[in-house]
């Protein structure tokens, strides 16, 4: 089945470390996103990719880094510059904006 | 970048209520719109989009929404809601030709059998 894979389901982060969340579709999707979901805030984009080798900030980019070297890959590095790193982290992929997107079933990171 | 209000952050009802679902954005042209659901421990799904013609937009589980323009408004509904449509609903917004979303807070549901 085509769809979104995002590992690991739950991950756990000591203060000071960078911690990479894998994000991989086998959709053809040209386009991905990483977003953050907070409660209360919604969904807020980090970053999103239209094409491999480029990608752009989103809305709250500060303290993450991506790449996208394959068109089926987008993983995401939190790094220790994110000042408060806990959240739940969804990963997307879209066709073209018609469609909307389709969903990861995310990746939950604990800074302990 | 676009802003997306969602009125409720919670809204409790009984099973066989109706359910309406506010959601204003805030940007001047043409855009799409879109409802996603999260249902307890699931992915983000799809539930209805709209990008033109006729503004009433049916979904998937008995779901509608109504675009307004002149109210900037993309309003979510159902009729008779179920136990199982307890979830968060978000609304959703990109301008045309424009891959990203804006999302709204979102609003949980709570749905009483």
């Known amino acids: 089945d085509g769809g979104i894979t995002q590992s690991p389901k739950y991950l756990f982060r000591k203060e000071g470390q960078n911690v990479t969340l894998s994000c991989e579709q086998n959709l053809n999707h040209d386009a991905m996103y990483w977003y953050r979901q907070d409660p209360g805030q919604g969904l807020r984009l980090i970053y999103y990719?239209?094409?491999?080798?480029?990608?752009q900030k989103g809305d709250i980019a500060e303290g993450y880094s991506v790449s996208r070297e394959k068109k089926e890959s987008f993983p995401l590095t939190v790094t220790s510059a994110q000042k408060n790193p806990t959240a739940f982290y969804l990963c997307?992929?879209?066709?073209?904006?018609?469609?909307?997107?389709?969903f990861g079933s995310g990746t939950r990171l604990t800074v302990v | 970048a676009q802003s997306v209000s969602q009125h409720n952050h919670h809204v409790i009802l009984s099973e066989a209520a109706s359910l309406e679902l506010g959601c204003n954005y805030s940007y001047g042209g043409t855009v799409n719109l879109f409802w996603y659901v999260q249902y307890p421990g699931q992915h983000l799904q799809l539930l209805l989009k709209?990008?033109?013609?006729?503004?009433l937009v049916k979904g998937i589980k008995g779901f509608e929404a109504e675009f307004i323009k002149s109210k900037f408004s993309f309003n979510l509904r159902k009729p008779s809601v179920q136990w199982s449509d307890t979830a968060e609903y978000f609304c959703a917004v990109s301008p045309p030709n424009d891959y990203k979303l804006s999302f709204g807070a979102g609003t949980t549901v709570t749905v009483r059998a």
């Open positions: 709209y990008f033109s013609g006729d503004p």
């Open positions: 990719s239209q094409i491999v080798n480029d990608f």
């Open positions: 997307a992929s879209s066709s073209s904006g018609l469609y909307g997107y389709t």
